[in-house]
């Protein structure tokens, strides 16, 4: 069975960059679109980012527009989400997880699969 790890997270300042990963063992993520999720204490998990697997469609949430860059690198079996410009509001637990489906505009929690145990995103000053 598919299984995701990510990692990359930590403490940053307001402003400054960080770059996630989502890695598979025993599979290969190839053959799935894969998203990005955050959840931060108190609300629900979100939709950051997606990606198909020929990364032709790419969406992201609006909230992070511009500052946010997903892509995958199949040779390495895995995704990154390259995240700039960050604010203390992109603080949370982030997410990676499959998708037997495609990358739509809106993600949905009910269409992925398979999720990581997620790493800490801190954006404080």
């Known amino acids: 069975q598919l299984q995701v790890v990510e990692s990359g997270g930590g403490l940053v300042q307001p402003g400054g960059s960080l770059r996630l990963s989502c890695a598979a063992s025993?599979?290969?993520?190839?053959?799935?679109?894969i998203g990005w999720f955050r959840q931060a204490p108190g609300k629900e998990r979100e939709g950051v980012a997606c990606?198909?697997?020929?990364?032709?469609?790419?969406n992201y949430a609006d909230s992070v527009k511009g500052r946010f860059t997903i892509s995958r690198d199949d040779a390495k079996n895995s995704v990154s989400l390259q995240m700039n410009r960050l604010k203390p509001e992109d603080s949370g637990i982030y997410y990676c997880?499959?998708?037997?489906?495609?990358?739509?505009?809106?993600?949905?929690?009910?269409?992925?699969?398979?999720w990581g145990q997620g790493t800490q995103v801190n954006v404080s000053s």
């Open positions: 990606i198909n697997t020929n990364s032709r469609i790419i």
């Open positions: 025993a599979y290969t993520l190839s053959g799935y679109p």
């Open positions: 997880a499959a998708t037997y489906y495609y990358c739509k505009a809106v993600l949905s929690l009910d269409d992925y699969f398979t």
